[in-house]
């Protein structure tokens, strides 16, 4: 059953890896690449939708990774799984402090209500994103090298 545990996590950690790294490499470039309004209307959309997910996914990969820690404890690699644990936590700390609130804002722009400053803002968000991707895939990183 453990070992069912780890390969769930490490896959759904995975998944969860991609996705961030595809948007922060590829999505936001193609968006920023967009004519006129287009990029900052799909930021929006991207914000509203990606925003009403992904709590529950970095959410629910913790409670794995936790679990796996917990049920692994005196097993290989514990002390990267609970090393991964925290930073997952670290990223799940970042998203509330830094990048929500300003998702929160983003997802409510259009071109006629957006603030003059949206562009440092999308900015701020995506350097703080980056930041998150390195967090998260140094856990995916721990969680495989836990199952070696």
Request: proline fraction near 3%; charge should be positive.
């Amino acid at each position: 059953m453990l070992n069912a545990l780890e390969i769930v996590t490490t896959v759904v950690v995975g998944l969860m890896v991609g996705v961030e790294v595809s948007v922060a490499f590829v999505m936001n470039r193609i968006l920023d690449a967009l004519p006129e309004d287009s990029g900052q209307l799909g930021h929006a959309h991207g914000g509203r939708m990606l925003g009403a997910l992904m709590p529950f996914w970095y959410l629910g990969s913790l409670v794995l990774c936790a679990i796996w820690a917990v049920a692994g404890w005196n097993g290989h690699g514990a002390g990267l799984v609970v090393t991964a644990a925290g930073l997952l936590i670290l990223s799940v700390v970042m998203s509330i402090l830094l990048l929500v609130p300003i998702n929160n804002r983003n997802k409510t722009w259009t071109p006629e209500n957006r603030p003059a400053d949206w562009k440092q803002q999308l900015d701020r968000w995506g350097r703080y994103h980056y930041v998150r991707v390195a967090v998260i895939v140094a856990a995916f990183t721990l969680l495989v090298a836990a199952r070696a």
